[in-house]
């Protein structure tokens, strides 16, 4: 069995993965950290909590330790990219665990949010690894805070969710101020077509890691659908939240608005909930993030942007209050439970708008979702399986033009023909009662998986 010792890795770092309590890598770090040891840029295809950030943290830290030099004045010698304030300021906080033994390290953390004028105070004098978000780190250029012609290594990290935030222009405007002459580390849960020639123009004979295939979701992850109207889903949420005894449940919303209104709608009904999303202000995400990693709050609503930094143990329940309407989302959704070994449930609601929505995820994961009429707590009729096809399907111009609703933040248009398993069941808002909606008890005593 594959051990960090295995790696040839700088004592300093594997006695760090000792006290992190590491002892068997993942996957994703056992076929990339020995390549890009290397030197080669790779291109890492791997769902959330896999363990990529210390697949490509690893490796950069051992480099570091076998070349110290001081960095240049307002230069970084590597610099990580990511779509999320959360995300970027985990993957600093594994920098520095990785690497508390490497003396001096310079870490620093360029997001928006917060005031830049630290951040400007930091890069002063230069620093060894930059982790950023592409705006702020697009401000500190041109406030003249930092140049990027000293960098050694770049890593681009959720480069599908980047791209699907709208950072394209971005990332090709900063990879134009880089050096030629660098190693690049590339990762994505999904390659899609936009991802596939953003990797292809920044990368130089990269290798290629793969660990699941592409759009699977976690084999430890129950999941069912809940057929019901929209005006159910309040009341339906409350009732599953007050039904079973759950360790923490994330639950996402389509907009901003909508996920403060379910916080409210939760408080109506007793029950303590906050939420994270881009219009809260730094301090309000972390405070919120804070509350429910330490269990004070039991229910944290997200949209898919502010969710993806988030990395808790212990969420034992994905909640879909709206289906997304990118279907390779609801994989990183629901890749938030059953993480480290742990079993996990995925339950999403749809209404009639949805249904749509239901069809092109279905096709992604390639099976159907079991699902459950609100009204009846009964199955529906047998439904046709979705199309497996790898070819083309019908959804996809529509699908297209969700993606392009959702990215500038409408609702999607109603789909013409509803879900094969909503045209058979009434979906009428009842007042109270789960039905059958049955839950998988979560397993205990999972391993932690390494960042």
Same mark, same amino acid.
């Given at each position: 069995?594959?051990?960090?010792?295995?790696?040839?890795?700088?004592?300093?770092?594997?006695?760090?993965?000792?006290?992190?309590?590491?002892?068997?890598?993942?996957?994703?770090?056992?076929?990339?950290?020995?390549?890009?040891?290397?030197?080669?840029?790779?291109?890492?295809?791997?769902?959330?909590?896999?363990?990529?950030?210390?697949?490509?943290?690893?490796?950069?830290?051992?480099?570091?330790?076998?070349?110290?030099?001081?960095?240049?004045?307002?230069?970084?010698?590597?610099?990580?990219?990511? +779509?999320?304030?959360?995300?970027?300021?985990?993957?600093?906080?594994?920098?520095?665990?990785?690497?508390?033994?490497?003396? $001096?390290?310079?870490?620093?953390?360029?997001?928006?949010?917060?005031?830049?004028?630290?951040?400007?105070?930091?890069?002063?004098?230069?620093?060894?690894?930059?982790?950023?978000?592409?705006?702020?780190?697009?401000?500190?250029?041109?406030?003249?805070?930092?140049?990027?012609?000293?960098?050694?290594?770049?890593?681009?990290?959720?480069?599908?969710?980047?791209?699907?935030?709208?950072?394209?222009?971005?990332?090709?405007?900063?990879?134009?101020?880089?050096?030629?002459?660098?190693?690049?580390?590339?990762?994505?849960?999904?390659?899609?077509?936009?991802?596939?020639?953003?990797?292809?123009?920044?990368?130089?004979? $990269?290798?290629?890691?793969?660990?699941?295939?592409?759009?699977?979701?976690?084999?430890?992850?129950?999941?069912?659908?809940?057929?019901?109207?929209?005006?159910?889903?309040?009341?339906?949420?409350?009732?599953?939240?007050?039904?079973? +005894?759950?360790?923490?449940?994330?639950?996402?919303? !389509?907009?901003?608005?909508?996920?403060?209104?379910?916080?409210?709608?939760?408080?109506?009904?007793?029950l303590a909930a906050d939420s994270i999303h881009g219009n809260?202000?730094?301090?309000? !995400?972390?405070?919120?993030?804070?509350?429910?990693?330490?269990?004070?709050?039991?229910?944290?609503?997200?949209?898919?942007?502010?969710? !993806?930094?988030?990395?808790?143990?212990?969420?034992?329940?994905?909640?879909?209050?709206?289906?997304?309407?990118?279907?390779?989302?609801?994989?990183?959704?629901?890749?938030?439970?059953?993480?480290?070994?742990?079993?996990?449930?995925?339950?999403?609601?749809?209404?009639?708008?949805?249904?749509?929505?239901?069809?092109?995820?279905?096709?992604?994961?390639?099976?159907?979702?079991?699902?459950?009429?609100?009204?009846?707590?009964?199955?529906?009729?047998?439904? +046709?399986?979705?199309?497996?096809?790898?070819?083309?399907?019908?959804?996809?111009?529509?699908?297209?033009?969700?993606?392009?609703?959702?990215?500038?933040?409408?609702?999607?248009?109603?789909?013409?023909? $509803?879900?094969?398993?909503?045209?058979?069941?009434?979906?009428?808002?009842?007042?109270?009662?789960?039905?059958?909606?049955?839950?998988?008890?979560?397993?205990?005593?999972?391993?932690?998986?390494?960042?």
């Amino acid at each position: 069995m594959t051990s960090f010792n295995d790696f040839g890795l700088a004592e300093p770092i594997l006695r760090a993965l000792r006290e992190e309590k590491y002892e068997t890598p993942t996957p994703i770090q056992a076929q990339t950290v020995p390549i890009a040891a290397q030197g080669r840029d790779v291109i890492g295809i791997a769902q959330t909590g896999t363990g990529k950030t210390a697949a490509f943290a690893l490796p950069i830290l051992n480099r570091l330790h076998a070349k110290r030099q001081r960095p240049a004045q307002k230069a970084c010698r590597v610099l990580v990219l990511s +779509p999320t304030r959360e995300l970027s300021g985990q993957i600093a906080d594994s920098f520095r665990a990785y690497g508390r033994h490497i003396r $001096p390290l310079d870490i620093a953390l360029a997001i928006g949010g917060v005031s830049i004028v630290p951040q400007k105070r930091s890069l002063a004098r230069g620093v060894e690894v930059l982790v950023a978000t592409p705006g702020r780190l697009l401000d500190l250029i041109n406030q003249r805070a930092l140049r990027l012609d000293q960098i050694e290594v770049l890593v681009l990290d959720e480069a599908d969710r980047m791209l699907d935030m709208g950072f394209i222009h971005d990332i090709k405007r900063i990879v134009a101020m880089l050096p030629k002459e660098r190693q690049t580390l590339f990762f994505s849960a999904t390659m899609a077509g936009e991802v596939t020639k953003l990797s292809a123009n920044m990368l130089r004979d $990269p290798a290629r890691v793969s660990v699941t295939p592409q759009a699977t979701t976690a084999e430890k992850v129950e999941q069912r659908v809940i057929l019901t109207e929209r005006a159910s889903k309040p009341a339906l949420l409350a009732e599953i939240l007050k039904a079973e +005894p759950v360790d923490r449940v994330l639950v996402f919303t !389509r907009t901003k608005h909508g996920a403060d209104k379910v916080v409210r709608s939760l408080h109506k009904a007793g029950l303590a909930a906050d939420s994270i999303h881009g219009n809260k202000s730094q301090g309000q !995400r972390e405070r919120a993030l804070a509350a429910f990693r330490d269990g004070r709050v039991r229910t944290l609503i997200a949209t898919d942007i502010a969710a !993806r930094g988030i990395d808790v143990e212990g969420v034992s329940h994905v909640v879909n209050y709206d289906l997304p309407n990118i279907p390779e989302s609801y994989v990183h959704r629901i890749g938030r439970t059953a993480r480290a070994g742990a079993a996990g449930v995925a339950i999403s609601f749809c209404d009639h708008e949805e249904a749509a929505f239901l069809r092109d995820i279905e096709r992604l994961i390639r099976m159907p979702i079991p699902a459950t009429d609100r009204r009846t707590g009964k199955r529906p009729g047998q439904r +046709p399986a979705a199309q497996h096809a790898h070819g083309r399907h019908n959804g996809r111009a529509n699908h297209q033009a969700r993606r392009h609703s959702h990215s500038n933040g409408h609702h999607a248009p109603r789909p013409q023909a $509803p879900h094969p398993a909503i045209r058979q069941a009434d979906a009428r808002e009842e007042p109270s009662g789960m039905g059958n909606v049955r839950f998988m008890q979560r397993s205990s005593g999972a391993a932690r998986i390494p960042n």
